[in-house]
């Protein structure tokens, strides 16, 4: 499983970006807002940090608006993926927009019809918004189970992406169900390295060295 980083900080994806684990970065427009840069100059700055996908959302209402924007997008450089929200005019842009070879990220996806729609419409990427499906009180890992299997039957080349995940545990079971990418925030990225065994561990291995080497040239 591909691990994106859900932000459009520049300082958070250039730290992720150099552990050399980062293979993508998802933006919308509530992240984009956080930021003080233009929105094209900050997916532009992104792309040059990150070589693989960088989502960038359409906010047109119309599928024509939606697909104008998606070829506008496409040429700020070659690893935008331009996210479209489900629904008919984002299904009906994101058909036409795949066939004119430009990847679209269907996002807001919440069901398994959802997720048909997305892949019988091209999309390169399905956005399963896990967590704010926990949030009403449904278990978004059910779905993504279901939108993984169907996917599997169908032979649906569409990738998994399971979006809106709000703590290690839902990467963990992502990666378990066989989403193809997890994003997450920048938290729950750095939460992933973390294991108390670990730094005690490290600490002790440490302490021993010193105490060897002490030992070795009796310092
Ligand atoms: C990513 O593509 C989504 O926009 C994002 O994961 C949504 O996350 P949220 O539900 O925490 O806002």
Request: with cysteine; aromatic share 6%; net charge negative.
């Amino acid at each position: 499983m591909k691990l994106f980083l859900d932000t459009a900080s520049i300082d958070e994806i250039k730290e992720a970006a150099a552990t050399g684990v980062l293979s993508g970065v998802t933006t919308n427009p509530t992240l984009a807002s956080r930021e003080k840069m233009e929105f094209r100059s900050m997916i532009s700055e992104i792309c040059s940090i990150v070589s693989g996908p960088v989502s960038a959302e359409c906010v047109g209402k119309t599928r024509d608006e939606m697909l104008e924007e998606a070829r506008s997008l496409a040429e700020i450089a070659e690893n935008v993926v331009v996210k479209m929200p489900m629904g008919e005019e984002g299904v009906a842009a994101c058909a036409k927009a795949s066939a004119e070879g430009i990847k679209v990220n269907m996002t807001l996806v919440f069901s398994p019809n959802q997720a048909i729609l997305a892949a019988e419409a091209g999309a390169y990427f399905c956005s399963a918004f896990l967590g704010r499906i926990d949030d009403i009180g449904w278990h978004g890992m059910d779905v993504l189970a279901e939108i993984v299997e169907i996917y599997a039957n169908q032979g649906y080349t569409t990738k998994v992406l399971a979006a809106s995940l709000r703590h290690p545990l839902h990467v963990t079971e992502a990666a378990r169900l066989g989403a193809d990418i997890a994003t997450m925030p920048f938290e729950v990225f750095k939460k992933m390295f973390k294991h108390p065994l670990t730094d005690i561990g490290a600490e002790r291995f440490l302490q021993d060295w010193e105490k060897y080497q002490r030992a070795i040239t009796g310092a």
